[in-house]
């Protein structure tokens, strides 16, 4: 089965601080995947990376920032943290062929 | 308009049947996948369809596209309370993108 891991099922950080969000991937899979997720607006894409080292813009991205330095690990962070970034964060990766999405369990950002 | 469309909310009795839809305005779509997420939890990816299909059938869960209209939807036979949960409908453009776009996910309520 695939595994997707995120660090922390809840965070909690002050305005200002700069904040780190993991995700890590068993699968050997290239493409990985960062969203938030908003009452009513669903899932919104932050970035993408489709390869070591190699990141994307996805809808939203300002105030963010991502690594790729390992091909299992994709990091979201957040410069500055903001209290409009309190949300769900989900990391993603695809499985060829399909392209279907293995989310991890996400992780909830409370910025006071 | 919103690419992928749902209706936010449906509320079923414990037994009967429910169906969710959802409409997508690219008919290139390839694939269209159905996501459950449970109260806390990722996305997990239900099934999928491949365009070419008209209805595919897994136990309790029959999808049913209508290309032609560009509709999808989603019927859980014999609703438990298990099922309530947040259904995200998603399409896959062909082209080449491997990024799905996600609906803003319909609210499933199973009550007694």
């Known amino acids: 089965d695939v595994k997707v891991t995120q660090s922390s099922r809840y965070l909690v950080k002050r305005t200002g601080e700069k904040v780190f969000l993991e995700c890590v991937q068993d699968?050997?899979?290239?493409?990985m995947f960062w969203y938030r997720q908003d009452p009513g607006l669903g899932l919104r894409l932050i970035y993408f990376?489709?390869?070591?080292?190699?990141?994307e813009k996805g809808d939203i991205p300002e105030g963010y920032s991502v690594s790729r330095e390992k091909k299992e690990r994709f990091s979201l962070i957040l410069e500055s943290a903001s209290t409009n970034q309190t949300s769900m964060y989900l990391c993603?990766?695809?499985?060829?062929?399909?392209?279907?999405?293995?989310f991890g369990p996400g992780t909830r950002l409370l910025v006071l | 308009g919103e690419d992928v469309e749902q209706s936010l909310f449906l509320s079923v009795r414990e037994g009967d049947s429910s169906v969710i839809n959802c409409t997508y305005t690219?008919?290139?779509?390839?694939?269209l996948y159905w996501y459950k997420q449970e109260p806390g939890a990722g996305l997990q990816l239900l099934t999928y369809?491949?365009?070419?299909?008209d209805m595919k059938q897994d136990q309790r869960l029959t999808v049913l596209l209508n290309k032609k209209d560009k509709h999808l939807s989603l019927r859980i036979a014999d609703t438990q309370t298990g099922d309530s949960a947040i259904y995200f409908c998603?399409?896959?453009?062909?082209?080449?993108?491997?990024?799905?776009?996600f609906g803003r996910g319909t609210s499933l309520i199973v009550h007694p």
């Open positions: 993603a990766s695809t499985v060829p062929g399909v392209k279907t999405q293995y």
């Open positions: 699968m050997d899979h290239e493409n």
């Open positions: 990376s489709y390869d070591v080292k190699m990141k």
């Open positions: 690219d008919s290139s779509s390839t694939y």
């Open positions: 369809i491949f365009s070419n299909m």
């Open positions: 998603a399409e896959r453009r062909s082209g080449g993108s491997y990024i799905p776009t």
